[in-house]
């Protein structure tokens, strides 16, 4: 597509990388956005107030003007139905990226998602390739429907993938494979990434694809490894600099796809230092820490010096009241304790 | 042929007639008076306190709309249910919730009215028939036909008022509640607060029909009330009250009114869907106070001193609110295990987040 004068500005906020500038988490996932839809004509956004409004964080402002209401559609407030509608359209040929306001809110839809989406291929019928995305995750005061991680209500569902980044590279590097997959995605941004400053980076200028289903590592470190995503990355690593002054260690793989796992990848590092922490915001029964440790039970028992220890939030709706939700969320002292009885063990 | 033209008669929206003031006493208007001030003097605390931070994550208010929380709640026995979305503060106060827990949980304090761990979009009084605040659009739909469906099933003459944004009757719920309620002719009457936008987007973009006709395929008669009109949305209700607890089944009213705020705290009083000056103009004539206030200074029942006094009293009812509010605890973090389940057994249950076992 070429520019010219008839074409309506490009979203500021999208393009930043064009002009050298740096972008934040948020500022990578338009850009993702921006330049899978000039890409690929297939490519559309559903979601309630994502057009005229610019949508609850302002991810897609200025992308209605930009692309128009067929493609960006400001929809009822319906999950369920729109939903089903992206996954239908999918089913012949379109690339509906479906944005939840909230990941909250995806409950109306997880019926499509689980009984449909995930199973499309499964059943004979062709694949559904759509992304389903929406800010996650607490820290904002935002009580128990505002707040929840929704990885867990998927993971234990065949046919689907969830990624969740936790840097304005892989944000974009990221979202931009999860479009162009031929698989059904569900894509979780925590909002407390969004405009952190600290993720402000200036990304490379050609087309950033990463690819699903491959962990990083985030730091190299030989006594203990802490596998982790999300904004727990961060927390983490948070951790390991302050542990590397006491001569501990750490090495955080940031996961990035919790579905598929990179197992290779974890066996590497757990091979490597014998020990293993995992930690997760999302809450303790039923969180990915026990899929993991039972993997590593599998694959690499016979490297382990420790038991495998997790930090989790606690089986409990999300607070509302600070203290409490401080509390709740896992914090970089925890996680340095945690570190430190596997280290001694 | 001929029940199918009486059918459709009975579910052709009918409109809430307009009312003399002399219906009411004059104590009674000035309690309407007061009433609606108190809680524009509370929502306005509340909008002071997030200001300063002693409020965070998401505050919707209802500033604009407190004659929808009155008058619908107003002709309701205590043991009559309410049930609202998350703009629920004032519903909360006219149910009988009260004042210093409802804003202690603003604040996220242990005596708030979900000990704080709810907040703003979860305020429940359940002893007052207040059942809660919902956070979750058109969730609360289905719960109020399951509260009907108990009054009738224990052959109680109790009513459900389920209160729900105009942008709610979009969701699969709605439907799905209503046409439950009309087969079952359960005792809920279904309040849209149709202030005419969602969040951003204005409800005619996200719906090819108009509020009030939304329930006529789903068999559930249909009322619409100018709201901002508190003498005329009073009576209305007081009316279709009586006739539901005596048998008529659900009704669903659009409660016609206006927003005067950004939807939540976090959002712009107007912007790109809609404009400064629509919003200023609505503000001027459609104000609730103001309508009754210039109605009763016309028909000389009220004077400049006596409105005055009940603006005072308004204003120092909603500052004790927050004054008690100031001075209650935080919870202790130990809460955070405590009403997860009804037995808080350590061994029992998993709840238990094994921090302390990594202890060095
Ligand atoms: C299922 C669900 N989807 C989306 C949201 C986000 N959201 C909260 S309020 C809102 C707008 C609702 O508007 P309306 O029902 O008209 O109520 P109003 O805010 O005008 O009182 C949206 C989109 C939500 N809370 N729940
Ligand atoms: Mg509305």
Known sequence: MTEDAATPPTPEHASRTSRGEPSTFLEAIAEALFEEMIRDEAVLLLGEDIGEYGGAFKVTRGFLDRFGPDRVVDTPIAEAGFTGLAAGAAHVGLRPVVEMQFMDFISPAYDVITNYIATSRYRGAGAQPLVIRGPVGGGGRAGPFHSQNVEMAFFHTPGLNIVYPSTARDAKGLLKAAIRSDEPVIFEEHKGLYRAPFLREVLPVDDLVIPLGKARTAREGEDVTVVTYGMMVHRCLAAARSLEEEGVSVEVVDLRTLLPLDDDHIMESVRKTGRLLIVHEDTRTGGIAGEIAIRVNEQAFEWLDAPIARVTAPDAPVPYAPDLEDAFLPDEAEIARAVRYLAKY | ?360
């Open chain 2, 1 to 360: 042929m001929a029940e199918t033209a009486e059918q459709d008669q009975i579910m052709e929206p009918q409109e809430a007639p307009q009312v003399e003031l002399d219906r009411y006493s004059k104590e009674e208007l000035h309690r309407f008076l007061g009433e609606m001030l108190f809680y524009r003097r509370f929502e306005e605390k509340a909008e002071e306190a997030y200001a300063i931070g002693k409020i965070g994550g998401f505050c919707h208010l209802h500033i604009g709309q407190e004659a929808v929380a009155l008058g619908m709640i107003g002709p309701l026995r205590e043991d009559d249910y309410v049930i609202t979305a998350y703009r629920d503060h004032t519903q909360g106060l006219a149910k009988g919730a009260d004042p210093g827990a409802v804003m202690a949980e603003l604040y996220g304090r242990d005596t708030g009215t979900s000990r704080g761990k709810g907040g703003s979009m979860h305020i429940f009084d359940v002893e007052k028939g207040f059942m809660g605040g919902h956070g979750i659009v058109g969730a609360q739909v289905p719960l109020a036909a399951g509260m009907g469906f108990a009054i009738r099933y224990r052959e109680e003459d109790r009513v459900c008022v389920c209160f729900m944004g105009d942008a709610a009757v979009n969701q699969g719920a709605f439907h799905e509640a209503l046409n439950m309620a009309a087969i079952w002719k359960l005792p809920v009457i279904f309040v849209v607060e149709n202030n005419e936008y969602g969040m951003g987007t204005a409800f005619s973009r996200v719906s090819a029909l108009p509020v009030v006709d939304r329930a006529r395929g789903l068999g559930v008669r249909a009322h619409h009330v100018d709201a901002q009109d508190i003498v005329r949305t009073h009576a209305f209700m007081e009316d279709l009250v009586e006739e539901v607890r005596g048998g008529a089944g659900p009704q669903y009213v659009d409660a016609r009114t206006y927003r005067f705020k950004g939807h939540s705290m976090s959002d712009p009083v107007s912007g790109t869907y809609r404009s400064t000056e629509e919003v200023e103009s609505r503000k001027k004539e459609q104000d609730p106070i103001g309508v009754l206030r210039d109605r009763l200074m016309e028909a000389e029942l009220l004077t400049e001193e006596e409105l005055e006094e009940l603006d005072k009293e308004a204003r120092a009812r909603a500052q004790e609110a927050a004054d008690w509010a100031e001075e209650q605890p935080d919870p202790d973090p130990s809460e955070l295990y405590t009403h997860v389940y009804a037995e808080e057994n350590e061994h029992g249950r998993l709840y238990f987040d094994g921090r302390d076992r990594e202890e060095d």
